[in-house]
């Protein structure tokens, strides 16, 4: 037995039936001794139990001590399977079935992978763990086929960490019937960050490298500045621009600055990965 699996006795039938269906689904098995299917089927509940690993959890009746429980559920023949989630019957069957009807009846009613780790990014933010939110946040975001909720989280997050280039992408892609309120509120905050960031020694950079675009002294300046205001893209961009000519430049200084940024981005993320294929592509 294990804290996945419980069995159901009328002293526990409330807690786990009712209040524990209220949390997440509740799949109960009911059973007895001199059931052939159902001597086949539990070890197939018992695996799936152990493997989602607390996403549902396995109550087991046995219909010959708890006779009264199987009864009011209309329990008629054995074994019987039900799918219970706040407090009420939502699926089930009669019979022993096959591991991969169970898993599709399951999948149903249990959250997706990506829900979960919405709802484990959301806890690193909380705790103000916002590095090792990111990468969670964006694999949520990348399995869920982009879904407007998690876009709002993970481009909250890229704010919070002056990411304003990747947060802008991400807030782009939102429907226009998912722009809420927060939709608006996160908008705001770009706008906010994207002016802070723009500071007068940026601005003067800038227009001195329009006027001079091959002026590399003025791009690898205007580049370390980029990298203090966390514009980490168009920063890497002036950088990688200077080592398609120059992979030497200011004694390996741009390189070097290259390659402390992509270090400071953190592994496995996107942007790191990124630039780090393009400097390879450069070198070899």
């Known amino acids: 037995m294990n804290e996945f699996i ?13 209040e524990e269906s209220m949390k997440r689904p509740v799949v109960v098995d009911f059973w007895a001794d001199w059931c ?7 070890p197939v509940l018992e695996k799936l139990a152990t493997e989602y ?10 219909a ?12 008629r023949s054995l074994p019987t399977v039900m799918v219970l989630k706040d407090g009420q019957p939502v699926d089930g069957f009669a019979g022993a079935q096959p591991e991969k009807q169970i898993r599709e009846m399951l999948d149903k009613y249990l959250p ?57 992408e991400v807030l782009g892609k939102i429907l226009l019937a998912d722009q809420d309120s927060d939709y608006q509120q996160l908008m705001s905050q770009l706008e906010l960050k994207q002016q802070a960031a723009e500071t007068p020694e940026i601005k003067a950079l800038q ?5 001079n675009p091959d002026d590399f002294d003025t791009a690898y300046k205007l580049a370390v500045q980029y990298s203090q205001a966390q514009r980490h893209q168009e920063a890497l961009e002036l950088l990688l621009n200077i080592l398609r000519s120059d ?23 996107p942007l790191a990965t990124q630039y780090q294929r393009k400097l390879m592509t450069l070198l070899y």
């Open 247 to 269: 992979l030497n430049y200011a004694d390996g200084a741009a390189r070097q600055a290259y390659l402390d940024m992509v270090k400071s981005l953190g592994a496995g993320d």
């Open 36 to 42: 052939e299917p159902c001597k086949q089927l539990m």
């Open 64 to 75: 010959d001590t708890e006779q009264m429980l199987a009864g009011q559920l209309g329990v």
């Open 207 to 211: 227009q001195a490298l329009e006027k």
């Open 112 to 168: 997706k992978p990506w829900d979960l780790k919405l709802e484990q990014g959301k806890a690193l933010v909380a705790e103000g763990k916002l590095d090792e939110a990111l990468p969670v946040l964006r694999q949520a975001y990348s399995e869920s086929g982009e879904r407007q909720d998690i876009a709002k989280q993970l481009a909250a997050v890229l704010l919070e960490q002056n990411r304003t280039q990747e947060a802008e």
């Open 6 to 18: 419980v069995d159901v006795t009328a002293q526990n039938a409330q807690q786990v039936l009712i």
């Open 53 to 62: 690993a607390g996403q549902f959890l396995l109550a087991k009746v046995n």
